[in-house]
């Protein structure tokens, strides 16, 4: 039997399932697939109210994706403090950030050039 690979469809879809489960903020999808410098096809971006709210929102999308897509990030950083958590699926970059934090590293800014899918808080 082999293993179903994900579409990166399915997996953006499971990544915003897993923040909005536990009331991430400001969720914005960067699609990065016409940049020529791009490291993968999207990132996207949200943020907590505190380093608990951003360790949830980590463990949601990995609860999520594990579950429905049977997948794990190749890499995570940053939960130790969890001001600013990475969560690298390969062809998406998760970006968990405490508000302050992402507005100061504006990464929306840094990729300007990406196409921006800012996603309605469902709450």
Known sequence: MTKKIASTDELLANIIKGIEEVKGNDIDILDLRDIDTAVCDYFV???G???TQVNAIVNSVQKIVSKELKDKPWHTEGTDNAEWVLMDYVSIVVHVFQKQIREYYNIEGLWGDAKITTIENKY
Do not use: R
């Open 45 to 47: 971006i949200c943020n």
């Open 49 to 51: 109210s505190s380093n």
